[in-house]
């Protein structure tokens, strides 16, 4: 044989091994059940599948990423305020303990962990990795199991192991290291891999994975032995009893634990085969032989709203809501274990896909599904226009629950860049919707067809979103470049309106105006009766378009009627043809999701309370819907059953929001309120003010401000009896407010100027929290307040307070401001001096300093301590101070202070100390739903 075809031999040789090169890993585990530990023995064959030579390869220990609270994963909880882990016990954490890292001849290789990124190794290796040439490691380690409570994934208290990431793993090279921490976001991106894993198990556990499976019994341990091909998932069950169904399919097998509402045997299996049936036509084949649906995968990505509800509480049909689960979950591991996209960087094709196969697979089989379901049908609810709202109907309206807000962001953001409820919810459903709107803009199957050709095509291969958006518009009759540019790749908002209507006997000319700068295509339609008579599509464009539609019988005209395009207010769509106005207007009792084929006002019962007034009831007027509105209004009249008499509230407001901007918004207004301020006295308040709210444009970034300037005009009643010193004033008033609230360093503070006829004051105040790693809590607030000048010589109504201010602005809920003694005279808010304890003198009319401090000294029980200086004309400052116990109950919401000692000696050892304790307390509802939906926003 020639040298030239031996070498031409070895080539070939070469070529094929390259070809068919596969990352693989093999792994023999022990399990100590005991001390919830993994003894691991690994083999890991890395791939270069890159043209580039690697001097270095990054694994992924993401079971590390629970070892301490600064690891990245320990950072992203306490940025979501979830406290279970920052206050964990060492023993519920998890983390892994190497060993020996080796190549395959046992060589030591030189490691490490980058700087905070505790669950990523960086391993140099001896000599760089060509191109198709592979390395094979050897790791001998130790994982300990976190607990379940942090992510659903760990040990449970009844002995169960669920487990995910849970071993180490390659991470991905492209042109780069893709080389991802752990954040809680069910992303890790990983190459496909041959997995073969021994494990040795206590002879009565069940080893559940959706790998295949053989075990053998050895003595009183199970030897369990799984393996697969091409896989990516790594999840792992092992049980006490056995909690999985299994249902066998011509398409693929299933075994899910996830509830099935007890329906029978027959029902689900019809279920789990409607629904590969449906995957199989829709996007192909699924490559393996199993498919392991959880119910901790289903709760990590719900069915919002149906997740909402009691269980005793079923509007739906028998198995729907079993089948909308299974759907949901099944075809996010359909997508999770076939397409290698990058799932932290282009969730959003997977969303997309993943999203449009829930809508069409509704609007197939439950072609009349109400979003309420029966409950569209009851006595009272059917009045709402929740109830007229299909069920794929909540995929734009949540998503636009984002934007309205000014809270959108780009389908390209990484998900870690996301706010909570973007990357839970509103993001893929932006995507899903953009499929929709895509897909009714070209009128064809061209969207189905890319994403079918899509999976096909790059099944198990590597794969990006450019490729997905290649296809796209190769198979698009229009150009797409609107939809990629602007739709995908920014949050600019959707938003047109009819300018004018020209009327001939035959047609209408009708101009049209993109209000914002997201060049875009919008649907024309004409309407009659309620009825679509046409249905035109006009070409994006920017600025202004007129086009001409027959006329037919239309009675008014209308953009985007049927709400496929995530339209950010339709509320300006609609001009008359031959009716009087261009919409209805619509009264509504209770607050409802809003109606843009309506004017709408909506009317609801709100009540008040203070112990002049005494409950305060009334009905208030509104226009706000359950999603915000730039212009919004409020007429809130209540009658007090305590004073007799007519009180409460009315305001009007517009706020302009600016995209990518740190001037997020600007709103400007007016308010009044009239309540009574003492028996048989009544206030009256006019308040016309203009804001200006920042924010950075990284969203998760929870540094806000806030410039406000405001003129504030209060009346107040006279009487004989109860003289008041300044019964009219008016008071201009500029404050700037900082906040960066977090878990474990919380900031904030304010720089405040008044002016009034007779006086002006500057004051400041700063709050800092600390959370120390140690879980010991620090709390400092220091306030410092002085006169420019004050002609008020003569009362303290206008002067800094030590304990309580007089609140001449009426800003604070005070439930009884003019009460100086009983349970509402003990009332406190945390302004001006916060002093627990009332001391003399109570009041400074010329300046004070103040600092307040605690420490925890058990869970919610803190030690505090004020101390502070107050200068009064005509008199030297004075040093006061005070010390007690405060029970944070729930912090800056419910709140206790029980004074110990203080100026006035020994306070818990005197007489009436049941009168000296002071609370804080909010019943405002807005406030508190904010204290639960802080982590999304």
């Not at 029966?374 to 007229?388: N, T, V």
Request: with cysteine.
């Amino acid at each position: 044989m020639s040298i030239r075809k031996i070498l031409l031999f070895f080539c070939l040789v070469a070529s094929v091994n390259s070809l068919f090169a596969q990352h693989a890993t093999s792994l023999n585990v022990k399990l100590n059940d005991d001390l919830h530990q993994l003894e691991i023995q690994q083999e890991l064959t890395f791939v270069n599948t890159s043209a580039d030579s690697l001097s270095e390869i990054y694994l992924l220990d993401w079971a590390n990423s629970f070892s301490d609270k600064t690891t990245p994963l320990g950072k992203r909880f306490s940025e979501d305020y979830l406290r279970r882990f920052y206050f964990a016990k060492p023993e519920e954490r998890g983390h892994t303990t190497i060993h020996k890292l080796t190549n395959s001849r046992s060589q030591d290789l030189v490691w490490e962990r980058p700087k905070d990124k505790q669950d990523i190794i960086k391993v140099t290796l001896p000599t760089p990795l060509a191109p198709n040439a592979s390395f094979e490691f050897k790791l001998t380690y130790t994982v300990k199991i976190p607990d379940e409570k942090f992510t659903r994934y760990g040990f449970y208290e009844n002995g169960d192991l669920k487990l995910r990431y849970w071993y180490i793993r390659p991470s991905v090279y492209t042109t780069e290291w893709k080389a991802y921490s752990h954040k809680n976001l069910d992303d890790q991106f990983v190459p496909k891999s041959n997995i073969t894993i021994t494990i040795e198990v206590a002879n009565d556990k069940v080893v559940t994975s959706s790998l295949n499976t053989s075990e053998r019994v050895d003595g009183d341990k199970k030897i369990v032995t799984l393996t697969g091909n091409n896989r990516i998932e790594n999840k792992l069950y092992i049980t006490s009893e056995n909690t999985f169904d299994k249902i066998i399919t011509d398409y693929t097998s299933i075994e899910t634990n996830i509830d099935d509402d007890d329906l029978p045997e027959e029902a689900k299996a019809l279920a789990v085969d409607r629904i590969l049936s449906y995957l199989d036509t829709e996007l192909g084949s699924y490559p393996h032989e199993k498919i392991l649906v959880t119910n901790e995968d289903y709760l990590a990505n719900p069915v919002y709203g149906l997740n909402q509800l009691p269980d005793f509480i079923n509007p739906f049909p028998d198995g729907f809501q079993y089948e909308i689960k299974l759907l949901k979950t099944i075809t996010n591991n359909y997508l999770e274990n076939t397409l290698l996209l990058n799932p932290r960087e282009e969730k959003w094709v997977h969303d997309g896909i993943h999203i449009k196969i829930l809508m069409d697979y509704v609007d197939r089989y439950y072609p009349k599904m109400k979003l309420l379901g029966s409950l569209s049908d009851f006595f009272g609810i059917r009045w709402f226009h929740a109830a007229e709202l299909e069920f794929n109907d909540q995929y734009p309206y949540l998503f636009m629950n984002m934007a309205r807000m000014n809270l959108d962001q780009a389908l390209t953001t990484p998900t870690d860049s996301l706010v909570k409820f973007n990357q839970n919810i509103a993001n893929a459903y932006k995507s899903g919707t953009g499929f929709e709107y895509l897909e009714d803009y070209l009128g064809t199957e061209e969207v189905k067809i890319t994403m079918k050709e899509f999976y096909q095509n790059f099944k198990l291969k590597e794969v990006s979103s450019t490729d997905f958006m290649t296809l796209l518009q190769k198979n698009a009759s229009k150009d797409l470049s609107w939809y990629f540019e602007d739709y995908v790749g920014t949050n600019k908002k959707i938003d047109f309106r009819i300018k004018r209507v020209k009327k001939t006997k035959d047609s209408l000319t009708v101009t049209i105006k993109n209000k914002r700068n997201a060049k875009m295509p919008v649907s024309l339609y004409g309407i009659k009766d309620g009825r679509v008579i046409t249905k035109d599509w006009v070409e994006p464009f920017l600025g202004t378009q007129t086009v001409t539609i027959p006329r037919d019988s239309s009675e008014r005209v209308a953009l985007n009627y049927e709400g496929i395009i995530p339209e950010f207010n339709q509320r300006d769509n609609y001009k008359s043809v031959s009716k009087l106005t261009a919409k209805p207007i619509q009264f509504r009792l209770l607050q409802d999701i809003e109606d843009p084929k309506y004017a709408q006002t909506f009317f609801i019962p709100e009540f008040d309370y203070n112990i002049y007034d005494g409950v305060a009831i009334g009905l208030k007027m509104y226009n706000k819907a359950v999603l915000s509105k730039n212009l919004a209004y409020k007429i809130s009249p209540k009658y007090g059953f305590g004073s007799n008499t007519i009180v409460g509230s009315a305001s009007i407001y517009n706020t302009h929001y600016f995209d990518n901007s740190n001037l997020n918004a600007v709103r400007y207004g007016v308010g009044g309120t009239t309540f009574s301020y003492a028996n048989d006295l009544f206030y009256r308040k006019y308040t016309p003010y203009l804001t200006f709210y920042f924010r950075d444009t990284y969203l998760r970034n929870n540094e806000k401000q806030r410039l406000n300037f405001r003129y504030v005009a209060v009346e107040r009643d006279r009487d004989q009896l109860n003289v008041v010193d300044e019964p009219d004033y008016g008071v201009f008033n500029a404050r700037y407010i900082y906040s960066n609230p977090n878990l474990v360093n919380y900031f904030s503070g304010y720089v405040d100027y008044q002016l009034s006829d007779s006086f002006s004051k500057i004051s400041a105040s700063a709050t800092y929290r600390k959370l120390f790693l140690n879980n010991r809590q620090l709390n400092l607030r220091v306030f410092a307040g002085a006169f420019l000048y004050n002609d008020n010589t003569n009362s303290d109504y206008f002067s800094f307070a030590l304990d309580r201010p007089t609140d001449y602005l009426f800003d604070y809920n005070y439930y009884g401001r003019s009460e100086e003694s009983g349970l509402f005279s003990q009332q406190i808010i945390p302004a001006e001096g916060f002093f627990k304890s009332k001391l003399e003198p109570a009041f400074a009319n010329q300046w004070m300093t103040t600092l307040n401090g605690s420490t925890n000294i058990w869970k919610w029980i803190f030690a505090y301590g004020d101390a502070g200086l107050i200068k009064n004309r005509g008199s030297n400052p004075k040093f006061v101070y005070d010390t007690g116990v405060r029970a944070s109950l729930v912090a800056d919401y419910f709140e206790i202070f029980f004074p110990v000692y203080s100026n006035n000696g020994w306070e818990i050892a005197q007489d009436n100390y049941d009168e000296k304790i002071r609370f804080i307390v909010t019943l405002d509802i807005q406030t508190l739903i904010k204290l639960f939906t802080r982590e999304w926003y």
